[in-house]
Every structure is written in C-alpha cells, then in structure tokens.
C-alpha cells in the first residue's frame, strides 16, 4: 500500500490549526511546526496527546520551540508512546534512565558517530519506534539537524528498482559503525551483545501502511541477493549487489525529500524512526551543543 501525505502538485501549503494547535507545514513533504501547545500538558492529558500522535504520523517530523520543560516532563511525555531505550555507547542521564545526554563541547572527542544520514539503531533486532530530542544549549549558528521521508525516497524509486528490491533483505551492524573505533577485544564484545540485525529493504509502516526504504549508515549488505538470477559466475549483473545498496543509502540526500531544522533552546522535535532518516550537522565547533533525546521501543520490521 502506498501513501503520500503531500498536496497536490501546485497546491499551496498552509498553516492550520488541529484542535487548539496551530500546524505549519514546513515542506511539501515532510516536518511541521507545532505552536500552541506544551509538551508538559500532553504528557498529562490524553487527548492533547492524540492529537500530537495523530500529526506525527502524518508529518513524520514534529518540532516546536519555547518547550520549558524539566526533565521528568520530557520522559513522562516520551513514554506514552512506548517504553525508553538506553543507548549501549551514549551516556544516559543518571536519574532518568533512558533520557540520552548528547553533550558536545570542547573537550569532546572528535565526533564520527552523527556525520552520517542514519535510522537510529538499525542494528537492534527491534529499531526505536521514535524519539524526542530537546535542545538545552545550541550554537548560535550551525548544529541544525536534517529528516528525510523514506517512504517519499521509496515512492519515487524507478519502477524496475522497486521491483527489483522487493524481498531483498539486509544486514545492519552496530559493530562495523560505533564498534569500528573500538579497541578489537571491545567491539568483538559489543557484536556479541548485539549481533548483527536482518530487516527488509522495504518496510511496512505499522500504522499508516506506508512502505518504506529501510537501509541506511548502519546497512552493511544485502543478504538474499546473490541468487542465480542476479549473479553470473560469482560476479554480480550489474548493477551489482554492493552499487545496488550505495544507490539505495544515497536516496536519503535528495534535497526534495528533506527538512532542515534551525535549533534554539528549549526546542524540540519528535520523530518517527520507522520512516525517516536524519543527519546532525557538525558545524558548529568549537561552539557548545548540547541535547537531551528520549528513545522509544520499537517493533520488528516486517
């Protein structure tokens, strides 16, 4: 099944309201802005909530601005969608478990994690559903953060490469991407805490139905495509399983399918993970960047 939440070609994009919270879309395909509404209150109210769940599922992104709220607001208001995930390499805030600290300042390590387009931990068997990541501290310019709409990316594959990759199916590595920097002993003890992840190329989205491109920074290779039918004498048809999968990751930097967003304290965005990627610009040194993300559980792909 296929979906797409832009307008028509040519219509105009308006702000509007949903209840008592005023929407701007922010491009024909994917983000909007949320004013009018405290993320505090929707923690504690149902249908505020609703509404807000109903607009990610529609936008993908959220983001709203002047988000006063303390820590255990910002927890409470990420669980009702789902339990929260540590992170197995990030720091955790000690009395909030789950809330991931994501502090960059000039005794930071040179950072190679973030500076790629990438679905949060792909590599688990069971990817985050979601997350919401608020900034405390930002840069004066620089540090945006960027989402693209995979099932934008998916839609407007070529018809013969749609056919193509339906079924494949592929490998995600927690160890070829945080564990490459590791000492061997180490990343050989984080591969066999999680061991590397199969998910289709092409998701479901559980809820909205959509399908989805489904590979990414932490896609390794495909592992059903090497058949008879796609390989002569051991060398791959072109083109080829590996020229295949980099085509396939690099659909994530086509402008048209992407929002770009501008961090001020107490912003926050919300994002659904199962259908979208993100690139954290690093720009910004050596000024201070510091955020605090919730992470949700997800399901398995199918």
């Known amino acids: 099944m296929e979906h797409t939440l832009a307008p028509p070609e040519g219509a105009p994009v308006r702000a509007h309201h949903r209840g008592s919270i005023r929407v701007e879309p922010l491009t024909c395909t994917i983000g909007a802005e949320l004013s009018g509404v405290n993320l505090g209150d929707a ?117 013969d490469i749609r056919t193509k990759i339906r079924g494949l199916r592929a490998r995600h590595s927690i160890e070829a991407t945080f564990g490459a920097a590791m000492p061997q002993e180490k990343r050989h003890a984080l591969k066999e805490r999680f061991p590397d992840a199969e998910h289709p190329v092409v998701r479901v989205h559980p809820e909205t139905g959509e399908e989805i491109l489904f590979v990414n920074a932490f896609t390794t290779h495909f592992v059903n495509y090497h058949t008879p039918e796609n390989v002569r004498f051991g060398q791959d048809f072109a083109p080829g399983a590996g020229l295949l999968l980099n085509y396939l990751i690099g659909q994530a930097a086509i402008p048209e399918y992407q929002v770009r967003w501008r961090w001020t304290p107490n912003s926050v965005a919300i994002w659904d993970n199962r259908s979208t990627q993100h690139y954290a610009v690093q720009d910004y040194w050596p000024a201070v960047r510091r955020m605090e993300r919730a992470g949700i559980v997800g399901d398995r792909p199918f």
């Open 43 to 159: 923690a504690r109210d149902d249908d505020l909530f609703e509404e807000i769940r109903s607009l990610l599922l529609q936008y993908k992104v959220l983001f709203l601005r002047d988000q006063d709220i303390t820590r255990a607001e910002h927890v409470a208001f990420a669980e009702r969608f789902g339990a929260l995930e540590d992170h197995p390499v990030a720091g955790s805030d000690p009395e909030h478990p789950g809330l991931v600290r994501i502090y960059k300042d000039l005794d930071s390590p040179a950072e190679s994690y973030e500076g790629a387009l990438h679905t949060d931990a792909t590599w688990r068997e069971r990817p985050p559903m979601g997350a919401v990541l608020r900034c405390i501290e930002g840069p004066p310019v620089g540090g945006d953060t960027i989402w693209v709409n995979m099932a934008e990316a998916y839609r407007r594959l070529p018809e």
